[in-house]
């Protein structure tokens, strides 16, 4: 079986509305015509009960014809048959339609989540793929029949007043009292769903982050701690799901009573008006009938309205965070980088901060260069780092590789040119060839290739299927030495031209070490630039410039000599300033003990 096509062209309908998920509900239009059509012809099947009884209590039975009888029956089996069929048809249509909206969104909202992810560091959400799970669901169910049926209510509410006016009265008067059921459904138990829906979602969000360090909360004995944080948002969260399910609960029983006792009215309405022969017992039985048929889809949208409030509340979400995210831009694919890195008085804010952790940073590096990116912890490496890979913004100045700023670059033109060990290494389920090729098209060549460069195609050897080995969940099979090692081989496949690595030996031993090293040593035989953010001074050898940072700004930078004598320089202009301010208050006490003992000779 095929599966299916993605391609679905929606450039009209993105020049007519603004945002995508708008855009890919008008490329459906044509879906939803044709349920329309089809909510047409049911509903006017759905008379066939009422017709069928009418013509059996006024003309079969009258005539005790058995002939007609049969004949009815055999046109009613007839038109409910083929209401069946269509009620099918529309159903599939609409899943069809819920599938295609899937299939026009659900890449885009899967990206959005990952730049929200990039952008919001620690606050990894999937809800936007929940919410489009959500509003298809929605849409391929049977709630969203209730909104096509409901606009027949005034045609059945007519033939009511044809039958009599006073039928048709007593019709207008039960449609308004659920019609004003449903506006009261819709102001009782919308905020307090809503409230419910935002805390769940908090809730689960925050869960999922928690479970994701499960080992520290168990070694550390955080469990009690989280899960009183948890249950005090859990009774919250049942709080306003309570209130809301008794409303609506309320409403729909509500509603369900007053639907039999309008139908049971619209009975003995039509039995007076029989008794006084004004109409016809088919008459009565089929304005019975017709009653319940035209409050059916109130009733039913009454009862389905927490899952129509759901999808509502899903739909805004998508919308606003697809509109936040603006529209595709088209790229000018630009030449393959060889390296060289550039910042011009760059000012970083990570996101959701208010002050800046990065400011005025400017250097010019060439292309080929093993550079050092050391200071203090907390002076802004990291967040420089991030700069220079384009994840975070620059709120002023810019960063760019061969004088492009890396916001030009299209993320799947640049990624394979660019290498990145980050402090917290990350591992993905797969084997370990797929994650050194970063689950692209595996070349085995250079897969090998760039585990020897990593010195760790030995120890990949070593593991139960070698390279075929699944690693699991986070790689937690491997160390954290071999995931290191692992994680260096996925940064330098197929020699990328500029290279970060973010604290690259923090959990190495000496081989790890030394395979660092010589990784290094061969990348920038290469010609590719390297950057190494370190606190360990023994990689500095491997370098040829140093950028140095304090308090997030670049202090000093140039060629690794220079800024070494700087920091001497410095390190001795702080020890002389120390060792002066030490000196200063033996040298007052000395004056102080002599000042005294010269008091105390002229007193004698």
């Known amino acids: 079986m095929n599966a299916p096509s993605t391609a679905v062209d929606t450039t009209d309908a993105d020049q007519v509305f603004t945002t995508p998920l708008k855009a890919a509900l008008a490329a459906c239009r044509g879906s939803f015509i044709t349920v329309g059509v089809f909510s047409f012809f049911i509903n006017l099947l759905m008379l066939t009960p009422m017709f069928f009884m009418m013509q059996v209590f006024d003309r079969v039975i009258s005539s005790s014809s058995l002939s007609s009888?049969?004949?009815?029956?055999?046109?009613a089996l007839f038109l409910l048959a083929t209401m069946g069929v269509l009620d099918l048809v529309r159903s599939r249509v609409l899943v069809k339609v819920a599938t295609r909206l899937d299939l026009l969104l659900s890449d885009r909202v899967y990206q959005e989540c990952f730049a929200y992810g990039r952008t919001h560091q620690g606050m990894n959400d999937t809800q936007p793929l929940n919410d489009l799970t959500g509003l298809r669901q929605y849409l391929?169910?049977?709630?969203?029949?209730?909104?096509f049926?409901?606009?027949?209510?005034p045609f059945y509410l007519i033939l009511l007043f044809i039958f009599h006016p006073l039928v048709g009265s007593w019709g207008v008067f039960a449609a308004i009292v659920l019609i004003a059921c449903?506006?009261?459904?819709?102001?009782?138990?919308?905020?307090?769903?809503?409230?419910?829906?935002e805390l769940a979602r908090l809730s689960q969000s925050q869960t999922d982050r928690n479970l994701r360090n499960a080992e520290v909360v168990s070694s550390m004995g955080m469990l009690a701690g989280l899960q009183r944080r948890w249950r005090k948002r859990q009774n919250a969260t049942l709080y306003y799901q309570e209130a809301s399910s008794n409303y609506a609960g309320g409403f729909t029983a509500f509603t369900k009573t007053f639907r039999i006792i309008a139908q049971m009215g619209a009975m003995g309405l039509g039995a007076l008006l029989t008794v006084n022969q004004q109409i016809s017992p088919g008459t009565m039985i089929a304005g019975s009938l017709l009653m319940s048929r035209a409050l059916s889809p109130l009733e039913a949208m009454i009862g389905a309205w927490k899952s129509f409030s759901s999808a509502r509340e899903a739909y805004y979400r998508l919308d606003k965070m697809?509109?936040?995210a603006g529209t595709d831009k088209h790229y000018t694919r630009m030449p393959d980088p060889k390296g060289r890195l550039t910042a011009s008085d760059v000012t970083i804010v990570p996101p959701q901060a208010k002050t800046a952790t990065v400011q005025g940073v400017s250097f010019d590096i060439p292309a080929g260069s093993v550079v050092g990116l050391i200071g203090p912890s907390g002076s802004g490496k990291t967040t420089l780092v991030r700069g220079i890979l384009g994840t975070w913004a620059c709120s002023e100045g810019a960063v760019r590789i061969d004088g492009v700023e890396t916001t030009q670059y299209k993320r799947e033109d640049l990624g394979p040119h660019v290498g990145y060990l980050p402090q917290d290494i990350e591992l993905f389920d797969g084997t370990v060839s797929e994650n050194i090729a970063r689950f692209g098209d595996i070349d085995?060549?250079?897969?090998?290739?760039?585990a020897r460069d990593a010195g760790v195609h030995q120890l990949i050897l070593e593991l139960a299927e070698g390279y075929d080995t699944e690693i699991g969940p986070a790689g937690h099979q491997l160390s954290a030495g071999q995931r290191q090692r692992v994680a260096l081989a996925r940064a330098i496949y197929r020699r990328p031209r500029v290279v970060i690595l973010d604290e690259p030996n923090s959990n190495l031993d000496e081989a790890g070490e030394a395979a660092l090293h010589r990784a290094i040593w061969l990348l920038r035989k290469d010609g590719a630039t390297v950057l190494v953010v370190t606190h360990r001074t023994g990689i500095l050898g491997l370098t040829n410039v140093l950028l140095f940072m304090i308090n997030g700004r670049l202090e000093k930078w140039g060629q690794r000599s220079e800024v070494l004598a700087y920091l001497e320089e410095e390190s001795q202009r702080r020890k002389a300033a120390a060792q002066a301010s030490n000196d200063q208050p033996a040298l007052a006490a000395t004056s102080s003990a002599s000042a005294d003992s010269a008091e105390d000779s002229s007193n004698e």
């Open 149 to 153: 049926d409901l606009p027949w209510l």
């Open 322 to 324: 697809l509109e936040d």
């Open 444 to 450: 085995s060549e250079d897969v090998v290739q760039a």
């Open 182 to 197: 449903a506006v009261a459904n819709e102001r009782t138990t919308t905020k307090p769903l809503q409230e419910a829906n």
């Open 140 to 147: 391929g169910g049977n709630a969203v029949f209730a909104f």
């Open 69 to 75: 009888l049969a004949a009815l029956a055999v046109i």
